[in-house]
């Protein structure tokens, strides 16, 4: 799905902790509520780290739905 990585034009760290337990929605909550951004913003990935350091979670909209991304190291 992330092959062709030209569509992403902006990359947003979140700052802080976030409780990774949180799905598409409530990801998208925080991003409207805390950080004030638009989640339906094609091209921007969203990325987020919980309490621990070796883990990390992205949203990003594709045009016709989320893409949910966790990496863990």
Do not use: H
């Not at 987020?48 to 190291?73: E, V």
């Amino acid at each position: 799905m992330l092959e062709d990585t030209a569509g992403i034009r902006r990359v947003v760290l979140a700052c802080g902790t976030v409780d990774l337990r949180k799905g598409i929605d409530g990801l998208a909550m925080i991003i409207g509520d805390k950080y004030q951004q638009n989640p339906f913003e094609k091209g921007t990935l969203f990325l987020f780290c919980g309490k621990r350091s070796d883990r990390l979670k992205g949203l990003l909209w594709m045009g016709t739905g989320f893409l949910l991304l966790y990496k863990r190291f």
